[in-house]
């Protein structure tokens, strides 16, 4: 069936979560909760819309998808039911307000209509207990990750009685249109993601307390070195909330059999009793296991001592490990380090595996909630395939899966959602044909595949070495990584460590090694595609700039950052972002209302948090494609370059005319103004200038041709004054040490 409207009651949340997500897929949506005692009768809905509205990260994708979000309330709206596809009920984890709900529902709803309960902690049968046989079997759990946007996984609980077609219409709306990887879960306590990622947290935890390493020591180990994110594992209690995690805990502990291992470490810890009776609760509380404290006028991130609980200053944790995933060497070290990260691993998995068949019968499932849900980069059974899986199994054959491999484990990865020999990047096992440290290049049939590798997959040298083959290969070629980022923009470690030395003409090397690498691909005999997500912000959007098409996932964040580290884009990031705006109908008009806007964009460092966002920047254009379920960017890329391949022609060399002085002179008069009202400050007005003397043309003149390697020569020019300036070099020193910008 179609699902064509929505009605979601409840607007919590995760209510008002779902309900955006719905509005971003193009669906209407009426979002009703309990009638307000005072102002307008829909004033709760109206205030929970305001908020969907003026959410930071957004959760629309555009924020005129608001139309298509209708506030109502439970007793002047109820009808709308009655026409309702999908109604998901996302009230209050309290059983006697939903089973009031759903006498309601059954009296009113169409026989086709799906029914579901956001709920994460109350069982299926029990939801269900109350419920006609009818509905019953349209019925299920709808397990979203909040925030609903940007947690891809959603877990689907079924009973056997349920329409089994009926759960597929959902399972594909929800992948299709939501942007959801869906898994199909039983009916067992936390269900998949949950149960499995709480349990993880919680050995990681008692195994820290138990070996007596420092929270420090725990999050660098638990954490990118096993393909978990940054905040490791006292981080992310912290970022949840230490309180709402002991809640978490309570519930499993009623809810579990006393034969489940999750019991063995979920026994309330004495330090996480005193930092939440104390209001230590994490990043909502007045700190948690760490916290800001001012010492001298300075913010210091300190961390609390597992064995004193006593406070000291943050220590930075090398472990000598490098930035790659690498859980074989890790658990090898023969120190302290690699016990701790053995036993997570040996307990993770045992667990994971003594959940089959319970919570799924296909292990897949388990990995793909934990790289959902939890962002795992690999999940508990991918882990063990990198290690001596088979001996692992033999070692642990107590466990009845195990039990059962007959010590042969082989790990395989989910089938495609659209295509079962074409899924995600993840899925393949492709053939390299160039590989380095910070990229790799794939075959894949008659295309290839360039990913970056690196940390947050900034660029460097081998970066644009994999670019640069890919484009003469005379094969279409696609831009993708798997990782959470496309790329984060240029590796500035590698700039600052040739800045230290004054190696400037290391430095000038480089940047025109990259903008020859954008030119080569941009000129290729066959077309490129990027297919960003995460953010591709700085460097990273310059690649994206210089291919021919972009396929972009909803959430991708686009933008020219590099001034607020005291930079120019000097890849051609100006170059692209004039030509985009010269094409306008404004731009055709007056090449100084493009550089004008083309320098507000840089100069600003504007971003875009989705595609839909990006397009009145020219950052998106029409002719680039966007997807909601990241699964599908690459089989998207493909059919894009099927489309587009035997016609493909190469770009024509632009020519620029730009205003010289007389353009410049205004920007300068903008700049002082902004730095006479203090809004930037003095470097700031340094940088602003040199944005000028690169989108004005420099020394040119209306009347003058300006070629493409004009304006590369200007961007390097402005790029090497700026990175030679100690103002700078303070800017991009503060931010790889703090993740922010400096101001001065």
């Not at 820290?208 to 725990?218: C, G, T, V």
């Not at 993770?348 to 897949?364: C, E, H, K, Q, T």
């Not at 590989?435 to 081998?462: C, G, H, M, R």
């Amino acid at each position: 069936m179609d699902i064509k409207k929505v009605v979601i009651i409840g607007s919590g949340t995760m209510g008002s979560g779902i309900a955006a997500q719905v509005a971003n897929a193009g669906v209407s949506v009426t979002l009703l909760d309990l009638p307000s005692k005072e102002g307008s009768r829909n004033q709760i809905t109206d205030n929970a819309i305001e908020r969907i509205l003026k959410s930071r990260p957004p959760l629309l994708v555009e924020k005129n998808k608001i139309n298509l979000i209708n506030p109502g309330n439970i007793e002047d709206n109820f009808d709308e039911l009655k026409n309702a596809d999908w109604i998901v009920e996302a009230v209050v984890e309290r059983i006697d307000i939903k089973h009031n709900i759903y006498s309601k529902i059954q009296a009113i709803r169409k026989s086709e209509s799906i029914i579901s309960s956001n709920t994460s902690t109350i069982p299926l049968k029990i939801l269900s207990e109350n419920m006609s046989d009818d509905m019953k079997k349209n019925f299920c759990i709808t397990h979203f990750f909040n925030p609903v946007r940007y947690m891809a996984l959603l877990e689907i609980v079924t009973e056997p009685i349920n329409d089994i077609e009926k759960i597929n219409s959902l399972k594909a709306f929800c992948d299709e249109q939501l942007g959801k990887g869906v898994i199909i879960c039983n009916d067992t306590p936390g269900f998949i993601g949950n149960r499995i990622g709480v349990y993880a947290m919680q050995v990681a935890m008692t195994e820290a307390f138990k070996m007596k390493i420092s929270i420090e020591e725990a999050d660098a180990i638990f954490g990118r070195p096993m393909g978990i994110p940054k905040t490791g594992i006292f981080g992310l209690y912290d970022l949840i909330g230490i309180d709402l995690m002991a809640d978490v805990l309570k519930s499993f502990i009623k809810e579990l059999p006393e034969t489940d291992p999750f019991h063995e470490v979920a026994q309330e810890v004495p330090l996480v009793k005193k930092l939440i009776d104390t209001g230590y609760t994490g990043r909502k509380g007045k700190g948690g296991f760490y916290r800001m404290n001012k010492v001298d006028g300075k913010k210091i991130l300190e961390a609390i001592n597992l064995e004193t609980g006593e406070y000291h200053k943050s220590k930075k944790i090398n472990l000598g490990l490098g930035d790659k995933i690498d859980i074989k060497k890790l658990i090898e070290k023969d120190d302290i380090y690699g016990k701790y990260a053995k036993a997570i691993l040996t307990k993770v998995i045992r667990y994971a595996a003594f959940l089959i068949p319970d919570v799924s019968s296909r292990y897949i499932d388990i990995d793909d909630a934990l790289r959902l849900g939890f962002n795992w980069t690999v999940g508990p059974f991918e882990m063990l395939s990198t290690i001596d899986a088979n001996k692992f199994v033999k070692e642990n054959s107590d466990i009845n899966f195990f039990k059962n491999l007959n010590n042969n484990f082989t790990f395989k990865k989910r089938p495609g959602y659209l295509d079962p020999t074409i899924d995600n990047l993840r899925s393949l096992n492709l053939e390299k044909i160039f590989s380095n440290p910070s990229a790799n290049l794939k075959n894949l049939k008659s295309y290839q595949i360039v990913e970056f590798t690196t940390k947050a997959n900034a660029l460097d040298t081998d970066s644009m070495l994999v670019l640069k083959e890919a484009a003469q290969n005379n094969k279409s070629t696609i831009v993708i990584n798997e990782a959470m980022q496309f790329s984060a923009g240029v590796n500035l470690n590698y700039v600052m460590d040739f800045a230290k030395n004054n190696e400037w003409s290391k430095i000038e090397k480089f940047i025109t090694d990259f903008q020859q690498t954008c030119k080569i691909i941009k000129y290729a005999e066959k077309p490129f595609v990027a297919a960003p997500s995460g953010l591709a912000i700085g460097g990273g959007f310059e690649v994206v700039l210089h291919c021919d098409y972009s396929v972009s996932h909803t959430n991708v964040v686009l933008g020219l950052v590099e001034s607020l580290v005291g930079l120019i884009p000097a890849g051609g990031g100006c170059k692209e972002m004039l030509w985009r705006w010269l094409q306008t109908p404004e731009g055709r008009k007056s090449s100084e209302f493009a550089s004008m806007k083309v320098f507000d964009l840089i100069g600003y460092a504007i971003t875009s948090s989705s595609p839909n966002e990006a397009k009145p920047n020219q950052f998106f254009l029409n002719k680039d494609k966007v997807v909601i379920n990241r699964d599908r960017q690459l089989r998207t890329a493909m059919n894009l370059i099927n489309n587009i391949e035997n016609s493909y022609t190469k770009p024509p060399q632009p020519t620029f005319r730009l205003g010289g002085s007389v353009v410049k002179d205004k920007m300068f008069e903008k700049l002082e103004k902004l730095y006479n009202e203090k809004k930037i400050m003095d470097h700031g007005l340094e940088v602003g200038k040199e944005i000028a003397f690169v989108l004005s043309g420099g020394d040119t003149n209306i009347n003058s041709d300006l070629s493409e390697d004009d304006l590369y020569n200007l961007e390097l020019e402005a790029f090497m004054r700026l990175i030679q300036m100690p103002k700078t070099q303070e800017r991009i020193k503060y931010t790889l040490e703090t993740g922010k910008p400096l101001v001065n």
